[in-house]
Structure formats: C-alpha cells, structure tokens
C-alpha cells in the first residue's frame, strides 16, 4: 500500500514538474542539446580562413528592427539599414560593408527566389446575424481564395467575429458557423481540409470596439490567416 | 521475499517512471517547427543520420539539417510565420525551435554551416527580439526583426 502511494506521489510530482518544465518556452526542451560541443565554436581561430557575409534587405513594409552581428573575436556590428552588411574575412576580423542591390541580385538572386511568399491575413465581412457574405466581400472571396489556392501547401487558420448584438452564446454560435462557412468554401476550392484550422472569438474581439448591443458592420468578419 | 527486494523493486519502478516521465518531457511537445513551401533541385533533410527527399509540403522538426545540390535550394514556413531560404550548396541545420502560439514567446536558433541563407523574421521577434539566432562558423546573429541574408564560404585547407 505504501509503495502505492510512492508511485503515485512519484507521478504526480514529474507530472507537475513536466507540465512547469513545457510552460517555459525558454527552456531548451527541444534542443536535445546534449552535443555539447559547437566544433566550430572551438575551432582554435587561426585554423580556417573565414568568408561570411551578413547584407540586409529593404524591407517591403514595416520599419528595419535590424541585426547585431556578433564575431568570434567580440567585436559586434549593428546592421539596420537596407544593404548594410558585415565581412568577416579572418579569424576575429570583421568589417562594415554596403553592398549594391545590383550585387545582391546578382550574388543571391536563387537565395532570395527561393524564399516563401509572405504570410497574409485576410478580412472578408458578414450580414448582420448571418453567415452570409456582404456584397462587397462577396466580390472580393474570389481573389481571396485563389490567391490562398495559388500558395504552395498552404496552412490556414479561419478565426470568427460577430458584433455586439445579441447575447454570447447567440454570438458565440454565429462566429463559429461563419467561420466553418468560410472552411466549407476553402474545401469546395480544392483546399485540403486538413490544412485548415478554424476557431471562432464571439464577440470578444472587436476590430472596432463598442457599447453592448451596437451593430457594428467592421466587426462582423472572419479573418484568414494564411502561411 | 525480504524487505530489502521490495525496496530494490521501488526503486526500479520509480527509475522507469522517471526515465518515462523525461523522455515524455522532451518528445511530447516536439510538434513541427515548419513546413517546406519551395524546393528546386536536390534538396534533402537529414533526420537522426538519414537522408530523405524534401518535398513541398515536408515537415521540418528540430535537429534537422537540410542540404541542397548545385542546383537545389529551399523555402521554409516556420509556425511563428518566420521564412528561412538556402540556396545552392547549402547546410542548414534547425538546432532549436520553441514558439508559444499565444503569448507568442519562443526561441530560434539556426545554424548555416555552408551556402546562402535568407531570412525573414516572424512572431518571435516581434515578441522578444534577439530570441532569433543564426549562428555561421565565424558569427553569431541575433535578429532583431528585418529581412536579410548570409553567406558562408565553405572553409578551404591551406
């Protein structure tokens, strides 16, 4: 009996200690990082000649956050301009450089050919208490589904809204069968239901927020997101 | 039967359990880090010392190392919306991937050990800049949110 309880406490212990353990994403849970050894890393610094390269892009949007190049040597470099780079040529050396768009088209054009078309987010409005489409958003699903069918693989997260008419559990119904209208387009689109994730908000999360009860046009939508 | 076996017994089954109890630690949270969107050429993922083809649509998980040809190169989804891309003659290897799809906290570290990389950062960096690491034989990066590439020349005995 004794023994009983060991094992149970025993279980419930690892059990609390495993569910802490995966609630720290800093943890280096997946990293298996028990190949302890960065051969590089310790490499002594006068074997092998060094050519890194480190250039930035132009950002289509958003501002530069930029990039803090750190070398063998302690020496560190802050890139936050567009074709801003560093060179590392030697052991410990390391030297700012600006590099031509032109050179970058011509040095890392498969590179950069290769990179995944950017993750959207999509809108599409609904009918006050429905799940039907708006006109507007009507027109507009054509170009939203064959632009998301036109992606490689891609993985979809449909999210429902409503406005604020209506009792939760009113909205909470509506906000999951517009979101599960919109899956049931996507599928009948050829989009393989399992690449589709679908959750619905209620009226939690207005895009514009208002009092109780207000019937709100901008917040009657499903968000796509697609990567 | 003595008392001294029945303890010998717990302390096996408390070992089992433990050993269980780990492995489940590191391996039940494992999910995928990110899928394939683009791949020209010869691309292949090297997982637990195998190789296997790269399709569109293959998962990448952490550890994986994948490598392009001459002729290959390479486009990756990461859950956090990250974009990684290897063009020819490259090696990159996925060392650690951490993403927490609510607060949006994680960890990134990759390594390129030879070849071009390009990078476009996602919902970690937003959240938590420099959590994305890209490590290269002579350089540690740490991204602070921007789009950029990187190359590595392939050391060459003299």
New interface residues.
Partial sequence: MK?VV??LA??AA??A??AQ??SQ?????????QQPI?P?AL?PSDR????????????PNG??????????GGKEIV?DKAYAG?H?DG?GE?QSITYGADR?AR??S??????????ATFLLYFLEGKDELTPDSEREVERVFAEIAA???P?ILVIGHTDAVGNAEFNDHLSRQRAQRVRADLVKRGIAVDHIEVSSRGKREPLVPTSEGVSEPKNRRVEINV? | MTKVS?FQR?IL??GV??LA?AW???HA??GDAG????S?GDVQIERNGKLMPAP??AVIE??DTVKTGADG?????FQD?S?L????N?ELVI??????TT?H???F?TRL?KG???V???KI?KQS??AMRI???????????????????E??A?
């Fill in positions: 023994r060991l094992v025993t279980v690892m059990v200690g495993c353990f995966a994403p800093s943890a280096a849970r997946w990293s298996k990082s960065e590089e490499r092998s000649p060094r050519n890194d390269l480190i250039v930035l892009l132009p950002k501002k530069i956050g930029g990039v803090v190049v750190r070398n063998d890139l560093a590392i052991p390391m970058v040095e890392f498969s590179v950069v050919a290769a990179l995944p078309g950017r993750p992606r490689p693989y993985e990567r | 029945t717990d089954v408390f359990l433990l109890t489940t630690c590191t949270f494992a899928r394939i969107k683009v020209k569109v649509g952490v550890e190169s390479v486009g990756i989804t919306n974009l891309s290897a063009g020819p490259s060392e650690r991937f951490v993403f927490d607060t906290q994680g960890e570290d050990k071009t990389l390009a476009v950062s996602g960096v800049p420099e490590k290269t034989p002579a350089a540690i990066m740490g991204v602070r949110g921007t789009e950029f590439i990187v190359k590595v020349d050391p060459t003299n």
